[in-house]
């Protein structure tokens, strides 16, 4: 049952990013990435990841793809008459690079040292632990607050500096 | 024992001379006064160190050569080249004729430049040249000798082209700069194979070490002297190298006086003289010289016969003598082409000296009579000057007898003496031919005298007529001291076979320089004759020869003076062999067609594809390959968002690569 | 979690990776070349999740930063998209050659 699911979720995640890319409609194409994010939430699930997997839905899913539906509409993108497909020497190229690069990671990934042995066996979950000690949540908020306290306050300083930059690159110009 | 006085003394003063006047012409350019003074006194004390010499060492009866060395000039290897002056009985009689010469035409300068604007240049040149020629016959050394060989040239560019704006003279000057070029070629091969032989170029190891170091008929000793008579034929103007000359009578008279007769043109006959075992070791090249010198006497004495203007006829006679004097050095008579470059050195001087009085005079009468462009020079504007140039006339009848070889004239003894040699020493058909160029030389001096000083009619114009005068006081006395010495300055040797009393004086003198040579001559060619060859001994000849140019004197003289001829504006072109004579047989035309026209089809050949095709070219394309890559490297940088995504992912996957592989 | 499902999810994020590549390359309009940027970003994310099931809990942080990063990113990104758009009338990435001198 859980591997049925995870392909289908694996499935579907893949599906939906082909169409992120081949779709003529802006607006279609955002719609394709919010169910690729969807099916990427299930699989953080079904990884362990439960937290991550709702800030992936709220933020991911909920805020950022909003932000691109609205400048979409804003910049009236949805009534694309020209295809905006790059020539056909482009197209060949990008399928080039992208089946070479998936070919490649591919190729690493399955002649590597299988991951799983190399990180200490079956028996070792070192997620588990901490999820059973403070519960999804706290699991990850205590390395948060510990040992990974400066890039916290450094990210809240990062956000503070694209709220100011995007406000100010969206202005209109000064009359 | 003799000990050179004040040797340096003798070049610094000329040099001094030129410095002062050098300066002169810029500084005090309008003022005359100092040159009119330094100029000839510079020469005129050197003279008199040289004669203090002369004196000194004729009294000491020192035979051997005395050096002075002044400083090292190139010390590399093994190459030593000092600046040494070398004191002897040749370069003594050398130093005496050109200094003693020098100051009689600085003096007539004097008078013959006055109010030329370029008066303070014109001595700072003479000067000059008058330095670099001691140091040609002082010298000790090849290289050193070269120097003044080249300082000499220089001169005699600077004064050919003295007035410079004229194209035409500043052309004469290059002309005779880049001909002698050729010869100065000559002697810098002959001092590599003489370096190369001897391992140095001081004359004190080289020279006597020349019996040596090479075989009676070597071929080096044969190749060295052909290359140092290759340097003669230019300098002293012997066919081929001879086309120089006559165009350098563009310069001032005096200079063509002093330069082209009297000093540089013999500065060959020296160098031949200095290095006589090297040409006594080489009986090719001896040959060669000889019928050099003795068809050149002929073929530059035809062209004389044709010349309107006075002093091209004085310029191939030049040439004519310079071959005398080489056939004499080249059947081996060395004094005796020594003497006749003395007594050439007198009447030639004079010669030429009387022509520039004439030229100025007539030149100021025509100033006078408010006429311009005309010929001053050209003869068939004279006629009959003996009125109104007395003392120039007769002095100038001193120098035509000599010339001619008329007893009791300088000229009278030192041609016969060459012409006698020639017979003497196994020579019998360039004793005839310079019999026969003696003959035409009395004839066409007798046409030149003729011509410009007698005929019963003036042709310089009615209105210029009273204008003619005498020589100034300034050009008269050289004149005059040159007039006698063109008399006297033969009798300082006498051959025993004239019933005169015998004077060795010369050749007593120089025989110590020349006996090597003479040994080397001796001991491989056997005795010289007694008989001349078509019999008859020197006394006959002297006789025959005095008295037949005498008589090609007179009939000469008698039929130009009885023809009428008009004023060169109105004479008829010349016609008939006439005409080839006049056009010089035509050489330079020959030189032009044959050599200068294919150089410069070369040069611009040279230019138009090495030069700009191939070099230009190589760089040019050099540089649009550049800017042809530049282009590709260009497209590159396209600006456009998507060229760059795509080089990115190309970046990374070549990272990747890397990194895996 | 059979060692197979990780290798799976690890390979999916390897394709997911390579298609937001290929889209990013692929694609004229901004917006899609950004959202194709978003999908690289998430297949980062996936394989950092899948890390940390094997090697603890840090892998989840880094994500979480990710995130965070990524929506500064978005927001500041867009903005710039709408002020091109305003000057030049499109938002064609061929359009933007000002990037030459």
Redesign the interface.
């Given at each position: 049952m859980t591997e049925f699911l995870f392909f289908l979720l694996s499935a579907a995640a893949l599906l939906s990013a082909v169409f992120v890319v081949v779709s003529r409609n802006p607006v279609s194409s955002v719609m394709f990435l919010i169910v690729t994010l969807f099916s990427l939430a299930g699989l953080f699930v079904m990884l362990e990841a439960h937290f991550l997997a709702a800030v992936q839905v709220i933020v991911y899913a909920g805020a950022i793809m909003v932000l691109f539906l609205f400048v979409v509409m804003l910049l009236n993108l949805g009534h694309a008459e020209l295809p905006d497909f790059r020539g056909a020497m482009a197209r060949l190229l990008a399928g080039a690079f992208g089946i070479a690069l998936a070919a490649f990671t591919a190729w690493t990934l399955l002649t590597g040292s299988d991951p799983l042995t190399a990180s200490g066996g079956e028996a070792a979950d070192p997620i588990q632990a901490a999820l059973k000690a403070r519960g999804a949540i706290g699991a990850l908020a205590v390395p948060l607050f510990r040992t990974y306290l400066v890039p916290f306050e450094v990210t809240s300083l990062l956000l503070l500096v694209a709220i100011v930059g995007s406000m100010v690159l969206a202005r209109k110009e000064a009359p | 024992m003799y000990r050179p006085i004040l040797p340096a003394l003798v070049l610094a003063l000329p040099l001094a001379g030129a410095i002062i006047n050098g300066v002169g012409a810029f500084l005090w350019r309008e003022d005359h006064r100092v040159a009119r003074w330094v100029g000839p006194l510079a020469v005129g004390a050197s003279f008199v160190v040289v004669a203090i010499n002369f004196f000194a060492m004729k009294d000491s009866g020192t035979t051997a050569a005395s050096v002075v060395s002044l400083w090292t000039w190139i010390a590399a290897g093994g190459l030593h080249v000092g600046v040494d002056l070398q004191f002897d009985r040749l370069s003594m009689v050398m130093m005496l004729i050109v200094t003693g010469v020098s100051t009689l035409i600085h003096i007539y300068s004097i008078g013959y430049m006055r109010g030329d604007p370029g008066f303070n240049r014109y001595f700072a040149y003479l000067n000059l040249f008058v330095f670099f020629m001691l140091v040609l016959v002082t010298a000790a050394s090849f290289p050193l000798m070269f120097v003044g060989w080249e300082g000499v040239g220089l001169c005699s560019y600077l004064l050919i082209g003295f007035w410079y704006e004229n194209e035409a003279y500043s052309n004469a000057g290059k002309k005779a700069f880049i001909v002698n070029r050729i010869g100065d070629f000559g002697f810098l091969v002959a001092m590599f194979i003489i370096y190369g032989i001897f391992g140095s170029l001081d004359f004190s190891q080289v020279l006597p070490a020349a019996t040596g170091h090479l075989q009676y008929g070597d071929v080096w000793a044969t190749l060295i002297t052909l290359f140092l008579f290759l340097a003669c034929m230019g300098k002293s103007a012997q066919i081929p190298l001879y086309v120089w000359l006559p165009d350098a009578m563009a310069g001032p008279t005096p200079v063509s006086a002093l330069i082209h007769a009297a000093t540089m043109v013999t500065a060959g006959v020296y160098l031949v003289a200095r290095t006589s075992v090297l040409f006594a070791l080489a009986p090719v090249s001896q040959a060669v010289v000889a019928t050099v010198g003795a068809g050149t006497a002929l073929f530059a004495a035809t062209i004389a016969t044709q010349q309107w203007d006075i002093k091209k006829v004085l310029a191939y006679s030049t040439i004519s003598q310079l071959g005398y004097m080489f056939l004499a050095v080249g059947v081996g008579a060395f004094t005796a082409g020594i003497f006749h470059l003395m007594t050439h050195a007198f009447f030639k001087a004079l010669l030429f000296l009387g022509a520039g009085a004439v030229i100025h005079s007539v030149e100021h009468a025509w100033h006078e009579a408010g006429r311009h462009g005309g010929d001053p020079n050209d003869m068939r504007n004279h006629g009959d000057l003996r009125r109104w140039m007395p003392v120039t006339w007769i002095t100038m009848w001193s120098a035509t007898l000599a010339i001619s070889g008329v007893f009791p004239f300088a000229g009278f003894f030192s041609k016969d003496e060459v012409i006698w040699k020639s017979g003497v020493l196994g020579y019998p058909l360039l004793w005839g031919v310079a019999l026969v160029a003696a003959f035409l030389t009395a004839g066409y001096m007798a046409r030149l005298m003729a011509l410009t000083f007698h005929g019963g009619e003036n042709r310089t114009g009615e209105d210029a007529r009273g204008h003619l005068h005498g020589a100034p006081l300034a050009m008269a006395v050289p004149l005059v001291v040159l007039g006698v010495l063109s008399l006297v300055g033969g009798w300082i040797q006498i051959p025993e076979s004239l019933p005169l009393p015998h004077v060795n004086a010369l050749e007593g003198w120089l025989d110590p320089v020349f006996e090597p040579a003479h040994h080397v001559m001796a001991a491989h060619g056997g005795a010289a004759a007694t008989a001349a060859p078509l019999g008859g001994g020197e006394l006959t000849w002297g006789l025959i020869s005095t008295v037949v140019a005498l008589a090609v004197v007179v009939w000469i003289f008698l039929a130009v003076v009885r023809r009428h001829y008009r004023t060169a504006a109105e004479a008829p072109e010349p016609t008939g062999l006439s005409l080839v004579l006049y056009r010089k047989w035509y050489v330079d035309e020959l030189y032009d067609r044959l050599i200068v026209r294919p150089l410069m089809a070369l040069w611009r050949g040279c230019w138009k594809i090495v030069d700009d095709g191939l070099i230009d070219g190589t760089v040019n394309r050099l540089a649009s390959g550049a800017r042809a890559v530049g282009w590709v490297g260009s497209q590159l940088?396209?600006?456009?968002?998507?060229a760059?995504?795509?080089l990115f992912?190309?970046g990374v996957?070549v990272i990747?690569?890397t990194v895996?592989f | 979690m059979t060692p197979t499902l990780i290798r799976v999810a690890l390979l999916v994020s390897a394709a997911l990776f390579a298609i937001g590549v290929t889209g990013a390359l692929l694609r004229r309009n901004a917006i899609v070349v950004f959202l194709c940027v978003e999908l690289m970003l998430n297949a980062v994310n996936l394989s950092l999740v899948a890390f940390s099931r094997l090697l603890g809990i840090d892998g989840q942080i880094i994500v979480f930063f990710v995130m965070a990063v990524a929506a500064a990113e978005a927001a500041v990104g867009l903005a710039i998209i709408i002020a091109a758009f305003r000057h030049y009338g499109d938002i064609d990435v061929d359009r933007f050659d000002m990037l030459k001198w």
């Open positions: - | 940088q396209s600006g456009r968002l998507g760059y995504l795509l992912m190309v996957l990747l690569g895996a | -």
